[in-house]
């Protein structure tokens, strides 16, 4: 048993797959903060290096294949794209992957300037999803997005992806390495998740974390 599993009650499972059994939707494209919905919802944002898996995570956690965009080509999202469920005050946020993109760098100047204002100053986001490969651990680009979150106390919570491509004693040391690395970041929850979109590892667990902060 991880410290993950130990988080969760058979009631917190319950609660997540609840939520997510409700139909979900797309709501808006935001590519400025006055775009930003203004009532008051709780908002939880999917954050992540441009080909670590975000819209397939998202996509596998909600059981909805066609709701966030997937695409072969990393870099492709380009605005803060906010989903919700039916009947919950709730936003899910598909944030711009950084690190790479194949876009002008105009393009790839602003909406690096989105992200980090949206993540500065955004009073109803209870929580940052900060998307690492499991294959990788932790670079340069997602210390960087560590040290702003730091700085700004904004929570945020390591979820390691693509957990099926590596083996388990390879999972457990990336996982046992990046929860001693948070331990120096003040915003950091200290439990990293683990997941899968492809084979649905740790989903029950991050729709319970979510359900918890909806109702908290």
Wanted: net charge neutral; no cysteine.
């Amino acid at each position: 048993m991880t410290a993950a599993d130990a988080l969760f009650t058979p009631d917190d499972i319950e609660a997540g797959e609840r939520l997510v059994l409700r139909p979900w939707q797309f709501v808006k494209g935001v590519v400025a903060l006055d775009g930003l919905p203004d009532d008051g919802w709780t908002e939880v944002a999917f954050a992540g290096r441009s080909n670590v898996g975000k819209s397939s995570l998202i996509n596998a956690m909600v059981r909805h294949g066609g709701l966030a965009r997937t695409s072969n080509t990393p870099g492709r999202t380009q605005e803060l794209n906010f989903f919700r469920p039916h009947d919950d005050p709730l936003y899910l946020v598909d944030m711009p992957g950084y690190g790479f993109a194949k876009a002008p760098k105009d393009k790839v100047e602003t909406w690096t300037k989105l992200i980090r204002a949206y993540l500065s100053g955004r009073p109803t986001l209870r929580r940052v999803f900060l998307l690492i490969d499991s294959r990788h651990g932790i670079k340069t680009p997602d210390r960087e997005i560590m040290k702003m979150l730091d700085t700004t106390a904004v929570p945020y919570q390591v979820v390691l992806t693509k957990a099926d491509k590596i083996g388990v004693p390879a999972l457990d040391a990336v996982r046992t390495k990046t929860e001693g690395d948070l331990s120096s970041h003040p915003a950091a929850f200290p439990i990293v998740l683990t997941t899968s979109s492809e084979k649905g590892d740790g989903m029950a667990e991050l729709r319970a974390t979510i359900a918890a902060l909806l109702r908290d």
